[in-house]
């Protein structure tokens, strides 16, 4: 069956600095979303990625599809301690349910 | 935004009893609703997924018998864990979208705990 899988399990990132998650596919993919859990509390959509290649930006937050629709990356610029929590990616195959990916735990050292 | 609430939002209950677990879209009509289980620190793995009217579809290694889910409305679901014991202890999340390919609408999750 269809597996979304993300990289990297955890991420420890120091106040003002940049990092990437990067979630792939074993299928290719229709479209792709990506949800934010704070500690404690369900996952909040954020964005949804649907054409190749596509890229969108939310403030700091920059979202990529890639040419294959395969795979996908969230880039963060200038962490914040608001960006703590789990980042999910979850993909759908056509015509087939939503696939979560295992996650990325992000903490903000200040 | 659409709003999905779910209740109660924690449960401690005696091994061998039944607890119901509602999920509510409160300002949409949801034509699916999800059941997933989270583990501490990990993903969210999918139950099964409801369809008001219809029965619901179970992911492979769910037992149906176990937990039961009836979704009599377009804005209510819900998830009865029959017969609980401690290895059924754990966050309880559901969700729902308005159409076929959209968003997914989280409730705010049950966490039940089995004595």
């Known amino acids: 069956g269809q597996q979304v899988m993300q990289i990297p399990q955890y991420q420890h990132v120091q106040e003002g600095e940049d990092f990437t998650t990067y979630c792939n596919s074993s299928t290719t993919l229709s479209n792709i979303q990506w949800y934010k859990q704070r500690p404690g509390g369900h996952p909040v959509f954020l964005i949804q990625l649907v054409k190749s290649g596509e890229v969108k930006k939310q403030k700091r937050l920059t979202f990529q599809f890639g040419e294959a629709k395969k795979n996908s990356s969230l880039h963060i610029t200038a962490t914040q301690t608001t960006d703590v929590g789990t980042y999910f990616c979850a993909g759908r195959a056509a015509g087939n349910k939503l696939t979560f990916g295992g996650g990325t735990r992000v903490l903000v050292k200040p | 935004g659409a709003v999905v609430s779910q209740h109660p939002s924690r449960v401690i209950c005696k091994s061998g009893t039944s607890v119901k677990i509602e999920c509510r879209s409160l300002?949409?009509?949801?034509?699916?609703m999800f059941w997933y289980r989270q583990f501490p620190k990990q993903s969210l793995m999918l139950m099964a997924t409801?369809?008001?009217?219809?029965?619901?579809?179970?992911e492979q290694g769910v037992e149906k018998d176990k937990f039961l889910i009836n979704h009599a409305s377009l804005t209510l679901s819900t998830l009865t864990v029959t017969s609980a014991h401690p290895e059924d202890s754990s966050f309880y999340i559901c969700?729902?979208?308005?159409?076929?390919?959209?968003?997914?609408?989280f409730g705010s999750g049950t966490q039940l705990s089995v004595l």
């Open positions: 300002d949409f009509q949801a034509t699916t």
């Open positions: 409801s369809n008001e009217g219809s029965k619901a579809t179970y």
């Open positions: 969700s729902a979208q308005t159409g076929a390919d959209e968003k997914l609408f």
